[in-house]
């Protein structure tokens, strides 16, 4: 029980995260996953920002120098 | 009364510097060809693309380095990235570049290496149906 409110109670996302994995195992998301579902559902509000390297930027993070904001879209293709 | 403003088909010279202004590590290889680099996340390894713009058809996009793996999603049969569902109208031929298919390379980078990692693409896709 203790475990479950450190979980709930963290407020950095990552050791919050952690933190659930510990009780949950790997059915729980990676903090790389939850952002990923972050990223998608910007994408197609056209949300998304890159920077001028190419790194995708949520909204509120920041980087130096310029970014564009990417249109929204959805991916297509051929799947092998 | 003023014309309401038409917008252009951007040309090639439009193009480049759009592309330079953006994302500078980007080359133009003349031939309507641009060669760069982009690395969506900080930790992750920097690949090498190629771009084709078609002139008017929707440019490819091509990841010359590193090598894509076997089996990977959302790419064409030329080995190009599938960037954007056609029937979306999300890229026109009067869209720029680097606002558009520079962009868009990197979301697919991002998901590409989630994919490796995990085998679920994450991004937002359309089921392709074989005709």
Same mark, same amino acid.
């Given at each position: 029980?203790?475990?479950?409110?450190?979980?709930?109670?963290?407020?950095?996302?990552?050791?919050?995260?952690?933190?659930?994995?510990?009780?949950?195992?790997?059915?729980?998301?990676?903090?790389?996953?939850?952002?990923?579902?972050?990223?998608?559902?910007?994408?197609?509000?056209?949300?998304?920002?890159?920077?001028?390297?190419?790194?995708?930027?949520?909204?509120?993070?920041?980087?130096?120098?310029?970014?564009?904001?990417?249109?929204?879209?959805?991916?297509?293709?051929?799947?092998? | 009364?003023?014309?309401?403003?038409?917008?252009?088909?951007?040309?090639? *010279?439009?193009?480049?510097?759009? @592309?330079?202004?953006?994302?500078?590590?980007?080359?133009?290889?003349?031939? %309507?060809?641009?060669?760069?680099?982009?690395?969506p996340?900080?930790?992750?390894?920097?690949?090498?693309?190629?771009?084709?713009?078609? *002139?008017?058809?929707?440019? %490819?996009?091509?990841?010359?380095?590193?090598?894509?793996?076997? *089996?990977?999603?959302?790419?064409?049969s030329?080995?190009? @990235?599938?960037?954007?569902?056609?029937?979306?109208?999300? $890229?026109?031929k009067?869209?720029?570049?680097?606002?558009?298919?520079?962009? $868009?390379?990197?979301l $697919?980078?991002?998901?590409?290496? @989630? $994919?490796?990692?995990?085998?679920?693409?994450?991004?937002?896709?359309?089921?392709?149906?074989?005709?």
């Amino acid at each position: 029980m203790k475990k479950i409110e450190d979980a709930y109670d963290e407020e950095d996302l990552e050791k919050s995260v952690e933190k659930w994995r510990e009780i949950f195992g790997d059915e729980f998301p990676s903090s790389e996953e939850i952002r990923a579902q972050k990223v998608k559902a910007s994408q197609t509000q056209g949300k998304v920002m890159v920077s001028s390297t190419g790194h995708i930027l949520l909204e509120g993070e920041k980087t130096s120098g310029r970014t564009v904001k990417s249109p929204p879209q959805r991916f297509y293709g051929e799947e092998k | 009364m003023k014309k309401p403003f038409k917008e252009k088909v951007p040309d090639r *010279g439009i193009q480049i510097f759009h @592309l330079r202004q953006r994302f500078p590590q980007f080359q133009y290889k003349g031939k %309507r060809v641009w060669i760069g680099t982009l690395q969506p996340m900080p930790s992750s390894q920097i690949y090498k693309i190629k771009i084709v713009d078609k *002139g008017g058809a929707f440019p %490819r996009v091509y990841v010359l380095k590193p090598k894509l793996v076997k *089996g990977t999603p959302h790419l064409y049969s030329d080995g190009s @990235l599938c960037l954007f569902y056609p029937k979306d109208f999300s $890229w026109s031929k009067k869209s720029l570049i680097g606002e558009t298919i520079v962009p $868009w390379t990197a979301l $697919w980078l991002y998901f590409y290496e @989630l $994919w490796l990692k995990t085998g679920n693409w994450y991004g937002e896709s359309v089921e392709h149906k074989p005709n």
